[in-house]
C-alpha cells in the first residue's frame, strides 16, 4: 500500500471529541474509544498540501465556492455514481445534520409528521422532535441476523399517519445495509404516490464493501429527482467533519428556493476558506487514498468478524454491507440492557454506542466504529472478549454454588 493506515496518531490533547470528550460525556478518561464516526486516519499529503498552502496564505476572509470547487464535487458525483448533477443544484450548509434540520423546517410544519427507519442515526429523531413535529417509526424488521424493510407497515404509516417527508439513510447507519435498487424503487413509489418528501441522507456513500453498490436515490427512477433532498458531504470519506462542510443536491428549483429562504433566514453565509479547499482537495486528489482505505476497513472487517466468531462466545455480528460503522448484536450474552452497558463501559473500558441511542428494542446492540488502526481495534476486541470470559465466569461460579 501507499499509504500507512497502521500508523498511530495520538489525538489525545488535541480538543478531540472523539478521544477527548471522556471526561465531559461519560465522567472518565480511561475508555478506549469506537463510538462516534470519526476515523483515526490522516488525510493524504497529496490533499494536505493544497490545505496547507491556504493556511500559509495566512488571510482567513470569507470563502466563495469558485469553479474549481463544484467541477470537484460534479466529478466525484459523475464519476463515482454516475450522478450528472447542475451547479445550481448544489448547496453548501456546514453539515447532514443541519441540512435535516434546515430541510425540515423548509418543507414542513410544527405538528406534521416525518417517518424515518429505527434503529437509525439518532439525530435523526432529535431534529424532528426539536423541531415540534411528529415523529413516526417504521421500524426496520430484524431476522436471521440481517434486517429488511417492512413495507407493508411502511405504506400504511404513511397513509395513516398523513407523513409529509422521510428521511432515508442510505447506506444504512447504524445496520450497515446498502439498499438494493428494487428496495429503494418501491420506498420511493410509494412516497410518490402520497407526495412524501425524501430527504435522503448519503453521507456514508462512498463506503460500499465488495459486492454491493451504492444507488443514489435521485438515479433510481427519473420521477424521484424532482422530489427528494439528497445530502452529501466529504466529512466521513475523507475525515473532515471537523471543518463543516456538505453538499446538498436539489435538483428541483422551487424546492431550492425554499431551502434557500430559510438558510437566508438562518444567517448562514456560507462554508468557511479551508472547509471549501479540503473537500475540494479530497474529491480532486483523495481517489487513491480512499480505495486503499477501503480495502484497509475490508481487512479490518474480517479481523472483526473471525475474531466474534473465534473468541466472543454470546456476540453476533450483524454483517455490514457497506459503512465503518459496525453493528452488533450481543443479546445471546444473557444479559439486561443496563448490564451490557456496564460490561462495556465499567469491564471493557471502552466506549462504543448503546444500541438504545438508535431506537426502541436496540438496548442488545452496540455500534463499533473500525476505522482505525488494527491495533487499536486488536486491543478494543482482546478487552471486550477479557470481559465477557471474566463475567461468563462469574456466572458459572454462581450457578455451581450449592444451594441453601
Not at 486516519?41 to 491556504?54: H, K, Q, S, Y
Request: proline share 5%.
Amino acid at each position: 500500500m501507499a499509504y500507512d493506515f497502521d500508523a498511530a496518531h495520538d489525538r489525545r490533547g488535541t480538543d478531540c471529541e472523539k478521544w477527548d470528550a471522556g471526561p465531559a460525556f461519560k465522567g472518565r478518561d480511561d475508555l478506549l474509544p469506537l463510538w462516534v464516526a470519526d476515523m483515526d486516519f490522516a488525510l493524504p499529503d497529496e490533499v494536505l498540501a493544497d490545505v496547507r498552502a491556504v493556511v500559509d496564505r495566512g488571510i482567513f476572509g470569507y470563502g466563495f465556492a469558485g469553479d474549481a470547487y463544484y467541477e470537484a464535487v460534479q466529478g466525484w458525483f459523475a464519476q463515482r455514481f454516475g450522478w450528472d448533477t447542475e451547479r445550481s443544484w448544489i448547496v453548501q450548509t456546514p453539515g447532514v445534520v443541519f441540512a435535516i434540520g434546515v430541510a425540515l423546517q423548509a418543507f414542513t410544519e410544527p405538528g406534521d409528521a416525518v417517518l424515518v427507519q429505527q434503529p437509525v442515526y439518532y439525530p435523526f429523531a432529535q431534529l424532528v422532535e426539536a423541531n415540534g413535529r411528529e415523529l413516526v417509526n417504521s421500524p426496520l424488521v430484524y431476522e436471521h441476523g440481517r434486517y429488511r424493510i417492512d413495507f407493508d407497515d411502511f405504506e400504511r404509516q404513511v397513509r395513516e399517519r398523513n407523513v409529509k417527508a422521510f428521511i432515508l439513510c442510505s447506506p444504512h447507519n447504524p445496520v450497515g445495509r446498502v439498499w438494493t435498487p428494487d428496495e429503494l424503487d418501491r420506498l420511493g413509489r410509494i412516497c410518490l404516490e402520497h407526495d412524501v418528501l425524501v430527504i435522503a441522507d448519503e453521507i456514508h456513500a462512498d463506503f460500499t464493501y465488495p459486492g454491493h453498490e451504492h444507488r443514489m436515490f435521485p438515479l433510481v427512477n427519473p420521477a424521484f429527482e424532482q422530489r427528494c433532498v439528497v445530502c452529501t458531504a466529504p466529512s466521513k470519506t475523507f475525515n473532515i467533519a471537523g471543518l463543516q462542510v456538505a453538499n446538498i443536491v436539489i435538483p428541483n428549483e422551487e424546492l431550492r428556493a425554499r431551502y434557500q429562504a430559510v438558510l437566508g433566514k438562518l444567517g448562514y453565509l456560507g462554508a468557511n476558506v479551508v472547509a471549501l479547499e479540503a473537500c475540494r482537495a479530497a474529491y480532486a486528489h483523495g481517489g487513491p487514498w480512499l480505495a486503499e482505505l477501503k480495502a484497509y476497513l475490508a481487512e479490518n472487517l474480517g479481523y472483526l468478524r473471525a475474531f466474534v466468531d473465534e473468541r466472543l462466545d454470546g456476540i453476533e455480528l450483524v454483517e455490514p454491507e457497506g459503512t465503518y460503522l459496525v453493528w452488533l448484536d450481543c443479546a445471546g450474552l444473557g444479559l439486561a440492557d443496563e448490564e451490557l452497558e456496564d460490561l462495556i463501559v465499567n469491564e471493557a473500558h471502552l466506549w462504543l454506542d448503546a444500541g438504545s441511542m438508535f431506537g426502541p428494542g436496540c438496548g442488545q446492540f452496540e455500534r463499533v466504529n473500525i476505522a482505525c488502526p488494527r491495533a487499536t481495534l486488536a486491543q478494543a476486541l482482546e478487552r471486550l472478549e477479557a470481559a465477557v470470559c471474566a463475567r461468563q465466569a462469574r456466572a458459572a461460579a454462581a450457578d455451581a454454588e450449592p444451594q441453601s
